[in-house]
């Protein structure tokens, strides 16, 4: 639990009530402390709560002893509460528990008299409509609403030389040599240091370096030994003084917080959640006793890092956040678009500085101010609010005065609530722009400019491709003249070999084998408007070659060009040196993957032996024809007594070589009997009224017998439709014939 401020009133019930609504049963019923020394009697009194505190944490033991080794504090400062029960830990207060507690998460003691609230984790990004104007976040409000007390210094560790003691500084004085010893002092209210044998040191607001010479003096009287040198001592600080500071103002949790000595303004803001949306980033003040005010801006730690700024704290400081200066929103194309406070003397540049520029996208040519006119400038007539357009000069010069992102920004003076908007570059459909298509490389839109050639958008375009006619190009123009619907005038313009990339040793612009085109330079330069269409034309009947496969038994396999577009499967086999005395060609397969349509069922005899015919298919890029060797076998498979291959006979129907297998097997499917024939051609069992006939076996078919499915019965319904279906086409044909 974390302990915030607590007020007096309506608002102390309330946050005990927020208390009770967010933490879990079992931390309700405990004694909840109110203030440190509530801590330490709960650690004391009942240490079995506090080990279910850190069961609850969810960290293991080593786990835990790793986090406090990291924080500098004793590995062993729980081991009270790590065991299986807490009922026999030490009932002697242990300020190092309490710390461990706070580093690990479980507990944090803020300071006296504050009520508590839930521990939360993460990033609250402040979008509420009080934290922002117009949807823009408040710049900087964001870095402070992690709530949590890892932003609070430790209480112990190193601290620098130039730390100044004070009460409640715990410190160790070690002597080595001819003496040795070591003693555990604390700085006392009155600010002394009481050391055995040596009295009372005065050492409040003393640093570190000036104690040890203070030391040095004093020890020296007592022990020769540091005199010669044979007796060395070392003082060092081992736990940290708390101060206890105020925050008000418009800050989020204001109230009294107990921090370590150490701790720092921005230690302060961390702790108690930062400024609200209403709260001035730009003048942080910090009161002191004396009436001393040190004056903190955020901004250098905000926008770079920079704490050089950042003031020390001291027991009794008051830390007022006063209400916010004046703050502009930044909107649009820049690289941090939020609502900034400006100081004093920052204007419009200060603002685009901090917002980290233009975008890569902005519009760096014009931007506009909107704004909310004073009350004095307003008059009849004139409205309450006034855009404000005006141009920045570009500048490449990064040095130059005012220089952001390329241009010069204005010395323009800023009012409260002003919003400044950066335009994007309008989009190139919304743009001037010329197209180039057709027998280019890239096809493609291109932003139009003053002088833009045909040359130039076929250059962007990557070129002219292969089959480009660079006889001339088609340009489609918006018509200067709409009354009959025109939507653009067609123009021709002449273009020249230069249009091409390749050139012979000669110097010669060459392209592919076709139409010649004009030399180079004939044709003048066409210049383009906005909006122009740029067609580069296909060659007339322009295709590249076309290749088709021929395998199997032929003399010269292999992959032949197409010679025209009406070359066929006659034309293939003769380019092949025909076919081979082992050739089965009844057998051929036309495989075309074009369109992926796969085998084509052909009669290659009728197609070599007929020219030009029906069979004599015309060839497309791609085709496969494979002409397989002549088999004199049949093979049967599947549900039959014995597959075999089975020797062709001509004539012989599918039940001699279904004999030859040794018949059907008992759990044959007879009526879907398959043939494969040898150019790929599958056929089952016709049927016509009453009658069913088999396809005949050739050589090299394959006859394949399935099973029959088990789980398949005798469709009656089926059976007796066809039954009435044939009675009643017998009963039509009996009419007919006895008319």
């Known amino acids: 639990m974390i302990f915030g401020s607590q007020r007096a009133g309506a608002r102390t019930w309330g946050l005990a009530l927020l208390v009770c609504l967010c933490l879990p049963p079992s931390r309700v019923a405990a004694q909840i402390p109110t203030n440190q020394a509530d801590a330490l009697r709960m650690i004391q009194e009942d240490p079995e709560q506090v080990r279910q505190l850190i069961l609850e944490s969810g960290m293991s033991e080593s786990e835990i002893r790793a986090r406090l080794a990291s924080m500098g504090l004793p590995t062993n400062a729980l081991d009270q509460f790590l065991g299986p029960t807490a009922a026999g830990a030490s009932t002697e207060l242990n300020p190092a528990a309490l710390a461990a507690l706070e580093s690990i998460g479980v507990i944090a003691a803020m300071p006296d008299g504050v009520a508590p609230i839930p521990v939360t984790t993460g990033m609250r990004l402040r979008l509420t409509p009080a934290d922002s104007v117009e949807g823009l976040p408040i710049f900087g ?15 112990y560790g190193p601290v620098p030389d130039e730390y100044r003691l004070g009460p409640g500084d715990q410190m160790v004085l070690v002597l080595t040599g001819e003496i040795e010893l070591a003693r555990e002092l604390v700085v006392t209210r009155e600010g002394f240091l009481v050391v055995p044998q040596i009295g009372q040191i005065q050492v409040a607001n003393l640093t570190q370096g000036q104690l040890r010479g203070v030391l040095e003096e004093r020890l020296g009287r007592a022990y020769s030994g540091i005199a010669r040198g044979t007796t060395r001592f070392d003082i060092t600080v081992t736990q940290l003084r708390t101060i206890q500071v105020y925050l008000s103002g418009e800050i989020t949790q204001p109230g009294a917080y107990q921090l370590a000595s150490v701790a720092t303004v921005m230690n302060a803001l961390y702790a108690a959640g930062g400024p609200t949306s209403l709260g001035n980033l730009r003048e942080i003040q910090v009161r002191r006793r004396t009436g001393e005010t040190v004056v903190l801006d955020l901004y250098p730690y905000l926008l770079s890092g920079d704490l050089s700024g950042d003031v020390g704290l001291e027991q009794g400081d008051a830390i007022f956040v006063p209400l916010t200066g004046r703050r502009v929103g930044l909107a649009g194309r820049v690289g941090r678009p939020a609502r900034y406070e400006l100081s004093e003397t920052d204007d419009l540049v200060d603002v685009f500085r901090a917002a980290g520029g233009f975008a890569p996208d902005a519009d760096r040519r014009r931007i506009t101010i909107h704004r909310v006119s004073r009350p004095d400038v307003r008059g009849p007539g004139m409205t309450d609010r006034v855009a404000i357009d005006f141009g920045l000069t570009a500048s490449s010069d990064p040095t130059a005065d005012r220089h952001v992102g390329g241009v010069i920004v204005p010395p323009i003076g800023l009012q409260d609530g002003d919003s400044i908007v950066v335009d994007a570059v309008p989009a190139l459909s919304d743009a001037y722009f010329v197209s180039v298509t057709g027998m280019v490389a890239q096809p493609d839109t291109f932003p139009w400019r003053e002088g833009i050639t045909i040359r130039d958008v076929i250059l962007l375009a990557r070129g002219p491709t292969v089959g480009a006619d660079l006889r001339e190009a088609e340009v489609s123009r918006l018509p200067e003249d709409r009354t009959a619907g025109e939507l653009a005038e067609r123009l021709r313009v002449a273009l020249d070999s230069s249009y091409l990339s390749q050139r012979d040793p000669d110097g010669r612009y060459v392209g592919a084998r076709g139409i010649a085109f004009p030399p180079a330079g004939s044709s003048p330069e066409f210049v383009l408007e906005p909006f122009d269409q740029v067609l580069v034309l296909r060659q007339p009947d322009f295709e590249m070659p076309r290749t088709v496969k021929i395998t199997g038994q032929v003399r010269v396999p292999g992959e032949y060009t197409l010679l025209t577009k009406d070359d066929r499967l006659g034309d293939l086999v003769e380019r092949a040196n025909g076919m081979l005395p082992t050739a089965y060609p009844e057998g051929a397969r036309l495989v075309r993957s074009e369109d992926e349509l796969g085998r084509i069922d052909i009669d290659l005899p009728q197609a070599v032996g007929s020219r030009g015919g029906d069979q004599d298919l015309v060839l497309q890029a791609g085709d496969s024809l494979h002409i397989p060797v002549y088999s004199p076998t049949v093979v049967v498979r599947g549900a039959v007594s014995s597959p075999v291959a089975v020797l062709y006979r001509a004539g012989e129907r599918l039940d001699y070589y279904i004999d030859n297998a040794g018949g059907f097997r008992s759990d044959s499917d007879r009526g879907r009997t398959s043939v494969r024939f040898a150019n790929g051609q599958a056929q089952t069992r016709s049927r016509f009224l009453l009658w069913s006939s088999y396809p005949i076996p050739g050589p090299g078919s394959v006859v394949t017998v399935p099973t029959e ?28 014939l006895t008319r």
């Open 709 to 736: 499915d088990p789980e398949g019965g005798v469709d009656v319904r089926g059976l007796i439709a066809d039954v009435v279906a044939i009675t009643g086409s017998l009963a039509t044909v009996i009419i007919v």
């Open 141 to 155: 409000l964001n870095v402070f609403s992690r709530a949590t007390t890892q932003f609070q210094p430790l209480l």
